[in-house]
């Protein structure tokens, strides 16, 4: 058991400075950062003002001593800034340990850019992203100028198993230019009542029922079984199709500023650049993510 909790001398003192970060630094802010929310009632919890000041100052400390993204698990492409590689690329055993201690506070995820659930979109779109979903998107996720959400839980249905998906994605080919429309409603959707979120990878389920795609025939052609019937597509939350519908609660607590939403996608117009990877490959993507998510 002892071998499997060693770590190499690199990785030890990486371990050794999160320990005094987490417990010297992270820990004594959590008071600030309740302080800050104390008092906040309705749409203030959810402003950009509610983001406690000792979030960014944080980071900042985080970025300074070479804590920051450490989750990643390999180099980052030429085309993204090799300023945003960690100090140290970790086994997922490594890493791991390094989850525990950042564990103790609730604040020290967030403060080194490895919390959820944007750690988890980042993998997808360095492992399945094209050049330009990273740079527009994965850019901004890995300097912690934004913050994003994981689109899968429905109210309707079981949703542990991702091929009970109901949220739709219509293809429709319009002279020769194909669209796609997502429609749905999402729920515990956490991070989206974040100021910060500006972005959504969404699952949702192929639909080519439309008079352009051949109707019932084509959608028994490309359904590929139930494990390749869905989609991901990335959507901006500042679509006017996307709506916050509320916030939800775990035990009374509503975990603002960062939150769980129900959220509504509402006729939302998407072309093909918005797809990951393509057409039915959104259980295979959300599997891939939500495996190292087991983690961290």
Same mark, same amino acid.
């Given at each position: 058991?002892?071998?499997?909790?060693?770590?190499? %001398?690199?990785?030890?003192?990486?371990?050794?400075?999160?320990?005094?970060?987490?417990?010297?630094?992270?820990?004594?802010?959590?008071?600030?950062?309740?302080?800050?929310?104390?008092?906040?009632?309705?749409?203030?919890?959810?402003?950009?003002?509610?983001?406690?000041?000792?979030?960014?100052?944080?980071?900042?400390?985080?970025?300074?001593?070479?804590?920051?993204?450490?989750?990643?698990?390999?180099?980052? /492409?030429s085309h993204i800034p090799s300023n945003l590689s960690p100090t140290l690329y970790l086994t997922n055993r490594e890493y791991g340990i390094l989850c525990?201690?950042?564990?103790? $506070?609730?604040?020290?995820?967030?403060?080194?850019?490895?919390?959820?659930?944007?750690?988890?979109?980042?993998?997808?779109?360095?492992?399945?992203?094209?050049?330009?979903?990273?740079?527009?998107?994965?850019? /901004?996720?890995?300097?912690? =100028?934004?913050?994003?959400?994981?689109?899968?839980?429905?109210?309707?249905?079981?949703?542990?198993?991702?091929?009970?998906?109901?949220?739709?994605?219509?293809?429709?080919?319009?002279?020769?230019?194909?669209?796609?429309?997502?429609?749905?409603?999402?729920?515990?959707? =956490?991070?989206?009542?974040?100021?910060?979120? %500006?972005?959504?990878?969404?699952?949702?389920?192929?639909?080519?029922?439309?008079?352009?795609?051949?109707?019932?025939?084509?959608?028994?052609?490309?359904?590929?079984?139930?494990?390749?019937?869905? =989609?991901?597509?990335?959507?901006?939350?500042?679509?006017?199709?996307?709506?916050?519908?509320?916030?939800?609660?775990?035990?009374?607590?509503?975990?603002?500023?960062?939150?769980?939403?129900?959220?509504?996608?509402?006729?939302?117009?998407?072309?093909?650049? $918005?797809?990951?990877?393509?057409?039915?490959?959104?259980?295979?993507?959300?599997?891939?993510?939500?495996? /190292?998510?087991?983690?961290?």
């Open positions: 058991m002892s071998s499997l909790l060693t770590l190499s %001398k690199a990785a030890s003192e990486l371990h050794a400075k999160l320990e005094h970060f987490v417990k010297n630094q992270c820990e004594p802010a959590e008071k600030e950062y309740e302080a800050h929310m104390e008092g906040r009632i309705g749409a203030d919890r959810w402003s950009i003002d509610a983001i406690p000041p000792c979030i960014q100052h944080l980071k900042a400390e985080a970025r300074r001593l070479g804590l920051w993204n450490l989750f990643l698990p390999h180099p980052l /492409p525990e201690t950042m564990g103790r $506070s609730s604040l020290a995820p967030e403060a080194c850019n490895c919390s959820a659930p944007d750690t988890g979109n980042m993998e997808v779109l360095l492992k399945h992203g094209t050049k330009e979903q990273q740079l527009q998107y994965l850019v /901004p996720l890995l300097n912690g =100028t934004i913050r994003s959400a994981f689109l899968m839980t429905e109210p309707a249905v079981a949703s542990s198993d991702a091929t009970n998906i109901q949220t739709t994605l219509q293809k429709r080919v319009i002279e020769g230019s194909v669209r796609y429309v997502l429609n749905g409603t999402k729920w515990w959707s =956490t991070g989206a009542m974040d100021p910060r979120c %500006k972005v959504a990878i969404v699952l949702a389920k192929m639909d080519y029922s439309h008079p352009s795609c051949g109707g019932e025939a084509q959608q028994g052609k490309k359904g590929g079984g139930r494990h390749g019937a869905h =989609t991901v597509v990335i959507v901006p939350m500042d679509h006017p199709g996307v709506k916050l519908v509320r916030p939800l609660t775990v035990f009374g607590y509503d975990d603002a500023p960062h939150g769980h939403a129900e959220v509504s996608l509402h006729n939302i117009d998407l072309d093909a650049s $918005s797809l990951v990877l393509g057409e039915g490959r959104g259980f295979e993507i959300a599997q891939s993510r939500l495996g /190292p998510g087991r983690i961290h």
